[in-house]
């Protein structure tokens, strides 16, 4: 069916309806912006920010920065921006490259509930290790190190990074989250936990080691993904104060997700958000604050 022609029918306003069926429709139909009565410059805005700095935008620096009267509109557009961050199509990672897997506890302490540690969440995680191009020149010549006061780039890097909130350490949550994220007959590096002890036989070449809390072991096995935990806690703790309720949790995770798989290219990232926000459903404002809206997972 050949797409309708579109004629603007209010003098200024982005209003258009179709001259052979009569609906009105607008350039942000079928958007995260749709309905909306922010002015598309401080989505654009917004799209830049959380997308090109490193350490992303808290919703009231975004208030502040952008003079916004209220603090839940600025919350609301980096929610509906953080909608459209999974690609639905995203590839499996792993393959030829090796992909560490481990869990962290995000939460802590909170005022007024006494000793100890309340609201842990756990995060599990998947993160490529990657051989530099010239990796083996650099061994070569023992440039690892140092070499006129100016260090030099590592032999091995992160490459693209899963990150999802679980219920818990479970076989049923754990599985399904290498099985969605990882492709099949890659290599996956975890620690002993028995429950990854079923990954040889759905496919995957499993390399397991009982860490036993030992940090020399941990750097050695799995220090990709503990550097990503350690940069996520200081993300979360930095930017936006260690104040994430659990059921939005998952949409910074994917906000980080993105951005650190486009870290080498930001301004890549800032037309990818724009394109995926174009084709997403994005939550409303009382499904924000009902917790009523699931996130899509990374």
Not at 18 to 25: A, E, I, L, M
Request: charge should be positive; proline fraction near 5%.
């Amino acid at each position: 069916m050949p797409p309708c022609a579109k004629a603007r029918i209010w003098g200024s306003s982005v209003v258009l309806r179709c001259r052979n069926c009569k609906v009105n429709t607008s350039l942000t139909a079928s958007t995260v912006m749709q309905s909306t009565h922010t002015p598309l410059s401080i989505w654009f805005w917004a799209a830049y920010l959380v997308t090109t700095q490193t350490p992303g935008q808290s919703a009231l620096q975004f208030q502040r920065q952008l003079g916004l009267s209220r603090y839940e509109t600025a919350f609301q557009i980096l929610h509906k921006l953080r909608a459209g961050m999974v690609r639905p199509e995203r590839d499996r990672i792993g393959g030829v490259h090796p992909v560490e897997v481990d869990e962290c506890l995000i939460g802590g302490r909170t005022r007024g509930e006494g000793k100890g540690m309340h609201h842990r969440a756990t995060v599990v995680g998947a993160v490529e290790v990657r051989l530099r191009k010239d990796a083996e020149d650099r061994a070569a010549k023992h440039r690892q190190d140092h070499e006129g006061g100016v260090p030099l780039k590592k032999l091995v890097y992160a490459g693209r990074l899963r990150l999802r909130m679980v219920e818990g350490r479970d076989t049923n949550s754990l599985i399904s989250f290498v099985t969605d994220s990882i492709a099949k007959g890659s290599t996956v590096r975890t620690d002993g936990w028995s429950v990854y002890g079923e990954l040889p036989p759905l496919g995957y070449k499993q390399e397991p080691i009982i860490l036993a809390g030992d940090p020399e072991k941990t750097d050695a096995h799995l220090p990709m993904i503990h550097l990503v935990f350690s940069n996520l806690k200081t993300w979360i703790l930095g930017t936006h104060h260690g104040r994430i309720e659990p059921h939005h949790l998952q949409a910074y995770l994917n906000e980080y997700v993105f951005r650190f798989n486009r870290r080498f290219y930001p301004m890549t990232a800032f037309n990818s958000v724009l394109g995926l926000a174009a084709n997403a459903t994005s939550p409303t404002y009382a499904e924000l604050y009902s917790g009523d809206w699931k996130h899509p997972a990374s």
